[in-house]
């Protein structure tokens, strides 16, 4: 670079008070806020934090205790300060932080009003962020109140800790800051919202032999596990590790059982409100602390073919650069040598789902007559059609004159041409699960099955093969125990005739 010459310097001290306002708005939410408070929780130690909430008083509030180490007056005042840390220290391999910034703009997304007590060594201090005090006196001065008494929650801290409370939470009343019931229904419902984020984003805390335990307003929560590595029918793959210079990355992939594997209230609660097909995808960990999950990085596309993969990667806080970790802890980009290796995870979890579709399209071969419907892809299209060869249609339309048989085959290709597909992607995209075939009534089956049999039987097949053949076809699939006892029926019938 050009050498320059400077003789003066003019100052740029940053205002107070719209530094610390513009700090607000970095994209935090409820829960990515009350996670970055957490953070440092478990870096102090923590092994119980309560998450306490007022919603109903005049001066709501939310406050985070924890039994960690608490920190001395200085050290409060030093943690105070936006910019606490350099982000470019090297920091303690348990160290959840990195910008020295997280306590304030956590806090500031959501409230005006931040205090922080903190008990170490018998000791209690207490410092306060009022953003209102701020933008009166332009300058960067924390307040230290004289005591304690008469701030929220402080009774709740035990021989040593930290609670950081926040009060004057505008941003939490939904616009109804003059109606105290509607703004307690609004605080406690995104209360209720942030659980499951908790739950998942510090589920491998949870999990440990000396665990940790979040409490929200005295419920204790429960890990939430996204790999189901508890049910036996998930699949786990051997881990794999790619050493760079700055740490070791690690790699494992899980397939999820399928859903009718899981009980219900359990494969919910993998899926989550989003569902399994938008849960699929990286589960990317920092120190053991999910920071963001449900995507492929760009790298393939959310299928039904790979909804049950999930692949967790762990990196060390020693990568944050490279990964460009944000302030928030919930976002970060893949260096191209890990994407070159992700590619090849994908590949894999592709080629695997492919062999167990393919085995599937191979056997609908086999009995080619026998679906209903006929899946035909072709000009990168892929269409279905009523099979009109099927015995049911085909063993009707021979009872009919011929100028009816034309209009029932035109009745059969018009439901086939008028398939409901978008709502069918929608609900694809959503529950897929819970699309299912529609019950048939005992008459139609009957006619089905019997159509069916005559002409598998003329075909010469005996009744095993038969079973074997009809037990995987709709209807008959999935009103099997009507069909076996049709079948047995018509070949009592027709033994006697
Ligand atoms: N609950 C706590 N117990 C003990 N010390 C804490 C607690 N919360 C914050 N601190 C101290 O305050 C400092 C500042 O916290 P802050 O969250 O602002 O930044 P950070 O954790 O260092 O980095 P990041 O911005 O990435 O979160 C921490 O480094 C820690 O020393
Ligand atoms: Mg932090």
Request: charged share 30%; proline share 5%; glycine share 6%.
């Amino acid at each position: 670079m050009q050498e320059i010459s400077v003789s003066r310097r003019a100052d740029a001290t940053p205002h107070a008070a719209a530094l610390i306002e513009g700090l607000r708005d970095i994209g935090y939410s409820l829960e990515t806020a009350i996670s970055d408070v957490i953070d440092n929780s478990i870096t102090a130690g923590a092994h119980r934090i309560k998450i306490n909430t007022e919603a109903y008083s005049e001066e709501p509030y939310i406050a985070i205790i924890d039994d960690g180490d608490g920190m001395t007056e200085d050290e409060l005042v030093a943690a105070m300060r936006p910019g606490s840390r350099n982000p470019l220290d090297t920091r303690d391999e348990p160290d959840l932080g990195r910008f020295g910034l997280g306590l304030k703009s956590a806090s500031f997304s959501q409230c005006r009003r931040l205090t922080v007590v903190s008990r170490k060594s018998g000791q209690t201090s207490a410092a306060i962020w009022d953003l209102d005090d701020v933008a009166q006196r332009n300058e960067w001065a924390v307040q230290l109140p004289d005591g304690v008494t008469g701030i929220p929650a402080v009774e709740q801290l035990g021989p040593k800790g930290t609670l950081v409370l926040w009060q004057k939470l505008d941003r939490l009343t939904g616009g109804y800051s003059h109606n105290a019931a509607k703004r307690a229904e609004v605080i406690n419902q995104r209360i209720a919202e942030t659980e499951r984020h908790l739950r998942l984003v510090f589920h491998r805390f949870m999990e440990v032999s000396k665990p940790l335990r979040i409490l929200l307003n005295e419920r204790l929560l429960r890990p939430l596990d996204p790999f189901a590595r508890k049910n036996p029918a998930t699949i786990t793959d051997p881990r794999e590790t790619l050493t760079l210079i700055r740490g070791d990355v690690e790699i494992q992939s899980f397939t999820l059982p399928h859903h009718k594997q899981v009980g219900k209230t359990e494969w919910d609660d993998i899926g989550g409100p989003e569902g399994h097909l938008k849960s699929q995808g990286f589960y990317l960990y920092r120190g053991k602390r999910l920071i963001l999950h449900g995507t492929w990085f760009g790298l393939c596309r959310q299928s039904e073919i790979t909804k049950l993969s999930r692949v967790r990667i762990d990196i060390p806080n020693s990568m944050d650069a490279d990964w460009k970790i944000d302030v928030k802890k919930s976002s970060a980009q893949l260096p191209p040598v890990v994407r070159d290796r992700l590619k090849k995870v994908i590949e894999r979890i592709l080629a695997g789902s492919k062999r167990t579709y393919s085995k599937r399209g191979q056997k609908l071969v086999d009995h080619e007559r026998l679906p209903l419907w006929h899946r035909i892809q072709a000009d990168g299209q892929i269409r279905y059609r009523p099979n009109v060869e099927h015995p049911a249609f085909a063993d009707f339309a021979e009872s009919l004159p011929p100028d009816l048989r034309r209009g029932f085959f035109n009745c059969i290709a018009l439901v086939g041409a008028s398939l409901p597909i978008e709502s069918l992607h929608a609900d694809m995209a959503g529950t897929a699960e819970q699309i299912v075939p529609d019950r048939v009534d005992e008459d139609t089956l009957a006619q089905a099955v019997q159509a069916t049999l005559s002409v598998l039987m003329g075909a010469r097949k005996d009744i095993k093969e038969i079973m074997s053949l009809m037990k995987d076809v709709d209807p008959f699939r999935s009103a099997w125990e009507d069909t076996q006892r049709i079948i047995a029926a018509t070949i009592e019938t027709k033994e006697k005739e």
